[in-house]
């Protein structure tokens, strides 16, 4: 999606969909009218709306954020934090890092607790993820050419895996049953869950980024080099179709929890947002200025938060594009992650421990929408 035609991508938009479903009490502001006024809808085209102020969502979230905007980090690894992840019931947060390893911490009530260290790996972790419905497996991917598959109640690596090459990036299907992982070498292997062998192996002819199931599990996402999405069957793995998403390199890809949409990032600092169904693109995001690393939708689909080089993390609302928070950061975002359940954005940058040495990383994990008196 070109940086020029964004305008008319938002003015596509249609009006803002206003519900709550954030488990807490409902802030006053978001009981006022609805920002199309009284009659809760405007005269005019059905796919053209111009923005008459934020949504009751965006006010009633921006009262929550006033006064849950504390960030708080927590010590995990001794260099840099490549990924972070929630379980899927939102009591743990998984973390893997350039030092090898794995850390997970407890959600106590507000701060994370570290319960282990996981060791194993020869190399960097790079990413990693939870199994979607058993909170206590998740898996993590590594440069020494090896997936671990990991038991918090043993805290035991329970299975390792030898692929072909370096691994980069790493996602579990939604009916839990395969482990698809992708390497340097632009080859996805997909690993049955439970024997741990190789089910099928694909070989591209151009750079793959990031990888993903549908909610469906009937097709599979691969963002690339040339700015495209992939989109395949799954299981038989035959392409269905090749969208010209961006100009430039297709970095993230993430998936809404509700099914309706999902969100790609890339170098040219956009971020577009997709109807599953129709396969078209809905809405840019163009408050960042340099590539987009990372992205997460919060758990109930209305918040995407994006970030990059850029010293913040931008969250919009969903349905209209809007500007509903941002994070402050003191350095890059390597990835962010909204908890399940909460509204509680879990991040990790490129911190530099400054006290001693202003080279040596920092590892820390950063967790943000603490109330401000904690």
Not at 67 to 86: L, Y
Not at 272 to 300: A, Q
Not at 321 to 327: M, P, S, T
Request: hydrophobic share 35%; with cysteine.
């Amino acid at each position: 999606m070109r940086a020029a035609e964004a305008p008319v991508l938002n003015c596509s938009r249609g009006p803002p969909v206003v519900s709550w479903d954030f488990g807490m009490a409902v802030p006053a502001a978001a009981m006022g009218p609805s920002a199309l006024g009284q009659s809760g809808q405007a005269s005019m085209a059905p796919w053209c709306s111009v923005s008459s102020g934020p949504s009751r969502y965006v006010l009633g979230m921006q009262e929550l954020f006033r006064g849950h905007s504390k960030t708080r980090e927590f010590p995990a690894h001794s260099a840099k934090v490549h990924s972070v992840a929630w379980s899927c019931d939102g009591r743990r947060l998984a973390s893997g890092s350039f030092d090898k390893t794995a850390s997970v911490f407890l959600l106590e009530k507000d701060r994370l607790v570290k319960e282990n260290n996981y060791r194993g790996h020869g190399d960097s972790v790079d990413q990693l993820c939870w199994h979607p419905s058993n909170p206590d497996l998740f898996v993590t991917a590594s440069g020494d050419k090896t997936i671990r598959i990991w038991d918090v109640r043993t805290t035991k690596c329970i299975a390792t895996v030898n692929t072909k090459g370096e691994n980069i990036n790493i996602c579990w299907s939604p009916d839990g049953q395969t482990i698809a992982v992708g390497n340097k070498d632009d080859v996805v292997t997909f690993i049955d869950a439970k024997t741990h062998r190789s089910k099928a192996e694909e070989q591209f002819k151009f750079e793959v980024n990031e990888i993903s199931w549908n909610n469906d599990n009937n097709m599979f996402f691969l963002t690339n080099g040339n700015g495209c999405i992939n989109i395949l069957s799954y299981p038989e793995l035959k392409p269905v179709q090749s969208i010209n998403a961006h100009p430039s390199n297709c970095i993230c890809i993430k998936f809404d929890p509700m099914g309706k949409y999902f969100a790609t990032g890339s170098a040219d600092a956009l971020v577009s947002l997709w109807d599953v169904d129709e396969l078209v693109c809905v809405r840019c995001f163009s408050r960042l200025d340099w590539p987009v690393r990372t992205l997460s939708f919060s758990h109930d689909g209305k918040m995407l938060a994006s970030a990059s080089e850029d010293h913040f993390i931008d969250i919009a609302e969903v349905e209209t594009g809007d500007k509903l928070w941002e994070v402050q950061c003191e350095s890059p975002t390597f990835t962010v992650a909204w908890h399940p359940k909460r509204p509680l954005l879990a991040f990790a940058c490129d911190d530099k421990d400054g006290k001693y040495d202003s080279s040596r990383e920092a590892g820390t994990v950063k967790l943000f929408g603490l109330p401000n008196d904690a």
